[in-house]
T-cell receptor, first 113, second 111 residues
Framework: NAGVMQNPRHLVRRRGQEARLRCSPM?????VYWYRQLPEEGLKFMVY????????ESGMPKERFSAEFPKEGPSILRIQQVVRGDSAAYFC???????????FGSGTRLTVV | GIQVEQSPPDLILQEGANSTLRCNFS?????LQWFHQNPWGQLINLFY???GTKQNGRLSATTVATERYSLLYISSSQTTDSGVYFC?????????????FGAGTRLTVKP
């Protein structure tokens, strides 16, 4: 089992560009979670998805951020018109069900220049 | 929402020493996990421990759910143990299935 795969590992975008972060959960995991870690801070919840459904997006900024988890393919976290404050590490986690713990990917480090 | 407090915020040890990291949480939880974020930023799951005690090599963890705290023990610490240790909890709130992270304990093990 390859674990939770995130790509790219590092992403550099200029202000105003779009960033797309991908997360492939572990095989058999249908619950996906996205977290953001700002420098020198802990992880903050952004969004919880199950296949084709957004369950909880209470941690997502109201504008420019969106997430999806299609029936086929990885979960995508999309940030439009990036700003310097979006620079952070974005972690994806997956779980087979609510009764099990989370497994995290290695993260995508987004740098906005 | 549920509050998660970790202590101490920073810890410096000499190689071979033992340490205890603490996680307090403000409400009942469905799930509690300890993670180690290594100096390269990789987040490693150490324990899934909503209650009871577990051991894995030099690491062990105990969660006393009724008293709302968890402890992570590191024995005979090694330089590779350096990094940030996060406690994360999941509350049984109907509409909230996310993990809330503490601010972490930054551990530095010196040779």
């Amino acid at each position: 089992n390859a674990g939770v795969m995130q790509n790219p590992r590092h992403l550099v975008r200029r202000r105003g560009q779009e960033a797309r972060l991908r997360c492939s959960p572990m095989k058999g995991h249908s619950h996906v979670y996205w977290y953001r870690q700002l420098p020198e801070e802990g992880l903050k919840f952004m969004v919880y998805l199950q296949k084709e459904n957004i369950i909880d997006e209470s941690g997502m900024p109201k504008e420019r951020f969106s997430a999806e988890f299609p029936k086929e393919g990885p979960s995508i976290l999309r940030i439009q018109q990036v700003v310097r404050g979006d620079s952070a590490a974005y972690f994806c986690a997956s779980s087979p069900s609510l009764e099990y713990g989370y497994t995290f990917g290695s993260g995508t480090r987004l740098t906005v220049v | 929402g549920i509050q998660v407090e970790q202590s101490p915020p920073d810890l410096i040890l000499q190689e071979g020493a033992n340490s205890t990291l603490r996680c307090n949480f403000s409400d009942s939880v469905n799930n509690l996990q300890w993670f180690h974020q290594n100096p390269w930023g990789q987040l490693i799951n150490l324990f899934y421990i909503p209650s009871g005690t577990k051991q894995n090599g030099r690491l062990s963890a105990t969660t006393v759910a009724t008293e709302r705290y968890s402890l992570l023990y590191i024995s005979s610490s090694q330089t590779t143990d350096s990094g940030v240790y996060f406690c994360a909890v999941e509350s049984p709130s109907r509409n909230n299935n996310d993990m809330r992270f503490g601010a972490g304990t930054r551990l530095t093990v010196k040779p």
